[in-house]
Protein backbone atom coordinates (compact mmCIF):
# COMPACT_ATOMS: atom_id res chain seq x y z
CA UNK A 1 0.00 0.00 0.00
CA UNK A 2 1.17 3.10 -0.97
CA UNK A 3 0.15 6.62 0.88
CA UNK A 4 1.19 10.19 0.50
CA UNK A 5 1.24 13.45 1.68
CA UNK A 6 1.96 16.85 0.68
CA UNK A 7 4.34 18.86 2.90
CA UNK A 8 6.35 22.12 3.03
CA UNK A 9 5.74 25.71 1.26
CA UNK A 10 7.95 23.42 -1.78
CA UNK A 11 4.72 20.90 -1.98
CA UNK A 12 6.80 18.11 -1.95
CA UNK A 13 5.40 14.33 -1.78
CA UNK A 14 6.29 12.19 0.51
CA UNK A 15 5.16 8.23 0.30
CA UNK A 16 4.31 5.88 3.39
CA UNK A 17 5.10 2.37 1.78
CA UNK A 18 3.31 -0.24 3.80
CA UNK A 19 3.35 -3.90 3.58
CA UNK A 20 0.79 -6.23 4.27
CA UNK A 21 3.24 -7.59 7.54
CA UNK A 22 2.70 -3.60 8.90
CA UNK A 23 6.52 -3.61 8.08
CA UNK A 24 6.82 0.22 6.32
CA UNK A 25 9.08 2.40 5.15
CA UNK A 26 8.91 5.97 4.41
CA UNK A 27 10.46 7.80 1.56
CA UNK A 28 11.64 11.55 1.11
CA UNK A 29 9.90 12.85 4.27
CA UNK A 30 9.68 16.25 3.39
CA UNK A 31 7.54 17.32 6.38
CA UNK A 32 8.68 20.61 7.38
CA UNK A 33 6.43 22.56 10.22
CA UNK A 34 5.75 20.69 14.00
CA UNK A 35 2.26 20.13 12.68
CA UNK A 36 3.53 18.41 9.43
CA UNK A 37 5.38 16.46 11.54
CA UNK A 38 3.18 15.18 13.97
CA UNK A 39 0.32 14.35 11.20
CA UNK A 40 2.95 12.09 9.96
CA UNK A 41 3.77 10.47 13.15
CA UNK A 42 0.56 9.99 13.80
CA UNK A 43 -0.04 7.67 10.71
CA UNK A 44 3.14 5.96 11.61
CA UNK A 45 1.54 4.68 14.76
CA UNK A 46 0.49 1.55 14.34
CA UNK A 47 3.11 0.59 11.63
CA UNK A 48 6.20 -1.24 12.41
CA UNK A 49 8.76 1.62 10.60
CA UNK A 50 11.64 -0.12 9.21
CA UNK A 51 13.88 2.70 7.62
CA UNK A 52 13.67 5.60 5.88
CA UNK A 53 14.60 5.75 2.19
CA UNK A 54 15.67 9.02 -0.05
CA UNK A 55 15.80 9.35 -3.14
CA UNK A 56 18.06 12.08 -3.28
CA UNK A 57 19.44 14.78 -0.81
CA UNK A 58 17.62 18.25 -1.76
CA UNK A 59 16.64 20.13 1.29
CA UNK A 60 12.62 19.87 -0.10
CA UNK A 61 13.08 15.97 0.64
CA UNK A 62 14.89 15.62 3.96
CA UNK A 63 12.96 18.27 6.23
CA UNK A 64 11.50 15.23 8.42
CA UNK A 65 14.65 12.83 8.39
CA UNK A 66 16.08 13.99 11.39
CA UNK A 67 12.82 13.76 13.65
CA UNK A 68 11.64 10.31 12.26
CA UNK A 69 15.01 9.05 13.41
CA UNK A 70 15.29 10.63 16.71
CA UNK A 71 11.46 8.87 17.08
CA UNK A 72 11.79 5.31 15.12
CA UNK A 73 15.69 4.61 15.49
CA UNK A 74 15.81 3.64 11.97
CA UNK A 75 18.60 3.86 9.17
CA UNK A 76 18.80 6.18 6.81
CA UNK A 77 19.35 5.08 2.86
CA UNK A 78 20.32 7.21 0.26
CA UNK A 79 22.70 7.04 -2.74
CA UNK A 80 26.60 7.84 -1.71
CA UNK A 81 26.93 10.17 -4.67
CA UNK A 82 24.72 12.68 -2.84
CA UNK A 83 26.92 13.04 0.13
CA UNK A 84 28.22 16.44 -0.61
CA UNK A 85 24.36 17.50 -1.56
CA UNK A 86 23.73 16.59 2.27
CA UNK A 87 26.80 17.84 3.63
CA UNK A 88 25.69 21.34 2.49
CA UNK A 89 21.87 20.76 3.98
CA UNK A 90 21.83 23.31 6.47
CA UNK A 91 24.00 26.34 5.05
CA UNK A 92 21.42 26.04 1.90
CA UNK A 93 18.90 26.16 4.61
CA UNK A 94 19.90 29.48 5.79
CA UNK A 95 20.69 30.61 2.06
CA UNK A 96 17.16 30.21 1.59
CA UNK A 97 15.77 31.76 4.98
CA UNK A 98 14.31 28.58 6.13
CA UNK A 99 14.68 28.11 10.33
CA UNK A 100 15.25 25.12 12.71
CA UNK A 101 16.88 22.51 9.59
CA UNK A 102 18.07 19.77 11.20
CA UNK A 103 21.13 18.04 10.34
CA UNK A 104 21.62 13.54 9.93
CA UNK A 105 23.98 11.43 8.67
CA UNK A 106 22.75 8.37 6.08
CA UNK A 107 23.92 5.38 7.77
CA UNK A 108 23.37 2.93 4.38
CA UNK A 109 24.11 3.56 0.83
CA UNK A 110 22.47 2.22 -2.37
CA UNK A 111 23.33 1.34 -5.53
CA UNK A 112 21.55 0.68 -9.22
CA UNK A 113 20.72 -2.68 -8.98
CA UNK A 114 20.59 -3.18 -5.62
CA UNK A 115 17.00 -4.66 -4.20
CA UNK A 116 15.83 -3.09 -0.99
CA UNK A 117 13.42 -5.70 0.99
CA UNK A 118 11.10 -5.00 3.44
CA UNK A 119 8.37 -7.53 4.69
CA UNK A 120 7.36 -9.32 1.41
CA UNK A 121 7.78 -6.04 -0.82
CA UNK A 122 11.11 -5.90 -3.09
CA UNK A 123 12.09 -2.04 -4.71
CA UNK A 124 14.91 -2.43 -7.12
CA UNK A 125 16.61 0.67 -7.31
CA UNK A 126 17.56 2.61 -10.16
CA UNK A 127 20.80 5.24 -10.55
CA UNK A 128 19.09 8.29 -12.42
CA UNK A 129 21.26 11.10 -11.97
CA UNK A 130 20.98 14.69 -13.77
CA UNK A 131 18.84 16.44 -11.01
CA UNK A 132 21.07 15.30 -8.43
CA UNK A 133 24.58 13.46 -8.85
CA UNK A 134 23.09 10.66 -6.94
CA UNK A 135 19.80 10.29 -7.59
CA UNK A 136 17.96 6.84 -7.35
CA UNK A 137 14.29 5.74 -8.20
CA UNK A 138 12.42 3.03 -6.98
CA UNK A 139 10.91 0.44 -8.85
CA UNK A 140 8.06 -2.07 -7.32
CA UNK A 141 7.48 -4.78 -10.37
CA UNK A 142 4.90 -6.53 -8.15
CA UNK A 143 3.26 -3.19 -7.74
CA UNK A 144 3.92 -1.66 -10.99
CA UNK A 145 4.86 1.51 -9.88
CA UNK A 146 8.16 3.81 -9.33
CA UNK A 147 8.88 6.22 -6.67
CA UNK A 148 10.42 8.80 -9.06
CA UNK A 149 11.63 11.60 -6.93
CA UNK A 150 12.55 14.94 -8.25
CA UNK A 151 13.53 13.09 -12.09
CA UNK A 152 10.47 12.52 -14.08
CA UNK A 153 6.81 14.98 -13.85
CA UNK A 154 3.55 15.06 -15.47
CA UNK A 155 4.96 16.95 -18.94
CA UNK A 156 7.60 17.70 -17.21
CA UNK A 157 11.27 17.34 -15.59
CA UNK A 158 13.85 17.75 -12.93
CA UNK A 159 15.42 21.20 -12.92
CA UNK A 160 19.16 21.17 -13.59
CA UNK A 161 19.87 24.75 -12.39
CA UNK A 162 20.92 23.33 -9.18
CA UNK A 163 24.74 23.04 -8.30
CA UNK A 164 25.53 19.45 -9.46
CA UNK A 165 22.89 19.06 -11.73
CA UNK A 166 22.86 18.72 -15.82
CA UNK A 167 20.39 18.60 -18.03
CA UNK A 168 21.99 16.51 -20.73
CA UNK A 169 22.48 13.44 -18.06
CA UNK A 170 19.34 13.46 -16.91
CA UNK A 171 17.45 12.92 -20.30
CA UNK A 172 19.82 10.34 -21.04
CA UNK A 173 18.60 8.74 -17.39
CA UNK A 174 15.36 9.11 -18.44
CA UNK A 175 14.99 7.41 -21.70
CA UNK A 176 17.32 4.67 -21.12
CA UNK A 177 16.33 3.77 -17.52
CA UNK A 178 12.70 4.78 -16.89
CA UNK A 179 11.70 4.12 -20.09
CA UNK A 180 12.69 1.02 -20.51
CA UNK A 181 10.08 -0.07 -18.22
CA UNK A 182 6.37 -1.04 -19.00
CA UNK A 183 4.16 2.22 -19.92
CA UNK A 184 2.06 1.00 -18.02
CA UNK A 185 3.80 1.50 -14.89
CA UNK A 186 2.79 4.56 -12.36
CA UNK A 187 5.59 7.14 -11.63
CA UNK A 188 4.84 8.85 -7.64
CA UNK A 189 7.12 11.99 -8.44
CA UNK A 190 8.40 14.33 -5.97
CA UNK A 191 5.35 16.79 -6.78
CA UNK A 192 2.39 17.30 -8.51
CA UNK A 193 0.46 14.25 -9.39
CA UNK A 194 1.19 10.45 -10.59
CA UNK A 195 1.90 9.91 -14.21
CA UNK A 196 2.80 7.03 -16.46
CA UNK A 197 5.74 6.14 -18.49
CA UNK A 198 3.18 5.45 -21.24
CA UNK A 199 2.01 8.93 -21.17
CA UNK A 200 5.40 10.39 -21.07
CA UNK A 201 7.16 8.67 -23.73
CA UNK A 202 4.08 10.74 -25.81
CA UNK A 203 3.41 13.71 -24.27
CA UNK A 204 6.03 14.74 -22.01
CA UNK A 205 7.30 17.70 -24.71
CA UNK A 206 10.92 17.61 -22.82
CA UNK A 207 11.25 14.22 -23.82
CA UNK A 208 9.23 13.51 -27.03
CA UNK A 209 11.79 12.11 -30.16
Known amino acids: MITSFVFSPFQENTYVLTDPSGETIVVDPGCYTQAEKEQLKEFLKPLNVKAILLTHAHLDHIFGVAYLKRHYDVPVYMHKLDLPILADFEMRCKMWGIPGAESFEAEKFLEEGDVFTFGQTQLEVLHVPGHAPGHIVFVSHENEMIIGGDCLFRRSIGRTDLPMGDHDTLINSIKTKLFSLPDHYTVY ?9 GEEKQFN ?3 RQ
Not at 189 to 197: D, K, L, W
Open 205 to 207: PFL
Open 189 to 197: PGHMEPTTI
